[in-house]
């Protein structure tokens, strides 16, 4: 029994029938590389069970302290059924995109069962007419509850349930696990009791540790390393008002070569802030076409992994938050790019300062009655529809395999979209997520916010274009400058001239150039 920390408890706190807190993935697979070039449904559940021990998240259930006086605990789940776990459905005719996204949104919906391991795969067939996919395609649409992992410990549970070559044998390794019994309220009781008595002196604890981080913050704002700036304070938008339990998913996927080309706008960018300026740009012809732009740029909340390389296998989340301004409110894509390096590089540099890790420990000691308690209070009275969001939107980075992966032999050829939680004031999140040689947007929203998700799927692949076109077109002259340098230092020098002399009327004629 191992008792779940401050963060991961919130994600179980903020569960509500409009907010199941889980995040998933659809991910696409051909069967053609498995054996005979078919994968049967008891092949997947057979190749699941074989590697089970690879995985924590599979097998344990949470396990509530009453009236939630303490974190709650996770558990061996003595009654653990697989096939509940994994279900099967099949798309109808003509089996399109735009039907396995209406099904994943469905499926995205509905809440977990908490009182089982929280994670569910569903096996979808009849992607006969899916994008540029083979017929015969299945595709995976994943759900596991946020307490149990983030976008890390997520790729480790993907790592579990993949293999490198489509023959891999199954794990050598004894299966040693053992279910365990369900603690009593009152057993749950007493532990809450101690934890109670000690929660001070771990509180003091945290705050000893906080204190070099807010020391080095006020360092840094007087000698402005980084500044505070009215950009970090998000403008009140359509997505950030209560929301209903229907979702709508959908997104785009980019050639990666093409991603990183971007940069040649600004070669000190990183691929995350070309994907931050591309959704700013979306976000920006979305709403001008409602004409409901904001004068003032939209914020994202860019959650940042501080796990340890000896956390890797470790259930739970180990996050950190960083304000990224997205430049929703400016159409030039080039500008656009420059304004989103220079904000998330000023907010890279405090959190830096604040110390993420630092952050991510101050939350695992906050009481999980309070956080209940205003997690119930925010719902029911409808706050978000009165109070301002701390940011618009979120837009999270997790990077995928370099390599094709496997499972039960069929070759998964893309991962198509990344399904994340919302909560009464956010209504719209993004990840970016990269998978060989493709990278991908997706977003989830409420379906009443956001009723047209084919537009706004379409307003990513526009700015993306935009900015592929700006970096194409800024990439010219400076090629055309290159080769002029490069022709004239390869004319021939008039004879009679020394070495000396060659080289310094080529430099001349190279600066005039």
């Not at 740009?281 to 959650?303: C, E, F, I, Q, R």
């Not at 940042?304 to 989340?317: A, F, L």
Request: aromatic share 6%; hydrophobic share 40%; with cysteine.
């Amino acid at each position: 029994m191992r008792q779940l920390q401050g963060m991961d408890s919130s994600f179980v706190a903020l569960e509500s029938p409009n907010s199941p807190m889980h995040i998933g993935s659809v991910l696409i697979y051909n069967p053609a590389t498995a054996p005979g070039g078919f994968v049967r449904f008891k092949d997947i559940l057979g190749f699941i069970e074989s590697r089970m021990q690879l995985s924590r998240t599979m097998r344990q259930r949470l396990v509530r302290v009453p009236f939630d006086l303490d974190y709650p605990y996770w558990i061996e789940d003595p009654n653990f059924d697989l096939e509940y776990h994994v279900r099967h459905v099949a798309l109808p005719k003509p089996g399109d995109w735009r039907q396995l996204c209406i099904q994943a949104a469905r499926i995205h919906a509905r809440p977990l069962d908490l009182s089982r391991p929280p994670w569910e795969f569903t096996v979808v067939e009849g992607l006969d007419n899916v994008r540029d996919y083979p017929p015969g395609c299945f595709a995976f649409v994943t759900k596991v509850h946020h307490a149990a992992i983030d976008g890390m410990s997520g790729i480790d549970l993907m790592e579990a349930l993949h293999t490198v070559t489509p023959n891999t044998a199954p794990p050598n390794e004894p299966d040693n696990w053992k279910p365990e019994k369900v603690p009593s309220p009152v057993e749950l009781l007493g532990k809450s009791y101690v934890n109670a008595l000690l929660n001070p002196v771990k509180q003091a604890q945290v705050a000893a540790q906080a204190l070099p981080g807010v020391a080095s913050a006020i360092k840094g704002l007087i000698t402005r390393d980084f500044k505070l700036s009215t950009d970090m304070v998000p403008p009140r938008t359509r997505f950030n008002r209560s929301i209903s339990p229907h979702r709508v998913v959908e997104g785009q996927s980019f050639p990666l070569a093409d991603l990183k080309s971007i940069r040649t706008l600004l070669p000190e960018a990183k691929v995350n802030d070309v994907a931050i300026a591309i959704i700013g740009g979306a976000l920006h012809k979305y709403l001008s076409s409602k004409d409901d732009l904001p004068k003032s740029t939209m914020t994202a909340m860019a959650p940042i992994s501080v796990r340890s390389s000896d956390e890797k296998g470790d259930m739970g989340n180990q996050v950190a938050a960083m304000v990224a301004p997205l430049g929703t409110h400016i159409a030039d894509p080039k500008e656009r790019l420059e304004y989103v390096f220079g904000q998330t590089s000023n907010s890279k540099a405090m959190t830096n300062a604040l110390g993420a890790r630092t952050m991510t420990e101050v939350s695992k000691v906050n009481p999980l009655l309070y956080m209940a308690l205003g997690a119930q209070l925010f719902s029911r009275v409808s706050i978000a529809h009165k109070l301002a969001m701390p940011f618009n939107t979120v837009v999270t980075n997790v990077p995928g395999p370099p390599v094709h992966i496997y499972s039960s032999g069929a070759r998964m050829e893309s991962m198509a979209l990344s399904l994340i939680c919302l909560t009464d004031g956010l209504g719209l999140a993004h990840v970016v997520q990269s998978y060989v040689d493709e990278a991908y947007i997706s977003f989830t929203a409420c379906r009443d916010i956001m009723p047209d998700p084919e537009f706004y799927s379409q307003c990513l692949q526009d700015s993306f274009e935009e900015m592929l076109a700006a970096a194409k077109k800024a990439d010219k002259p400076a090629k055309k400058t290159a080769t002029k340098r490069t022709t004239k230092t390869k004319t021939p020098a008039k004879k009679g001239r020394t070495t000396r002399s060659r080289a310094k009327a080529t430099a001349n004629k190279g600066e005039k150039a």
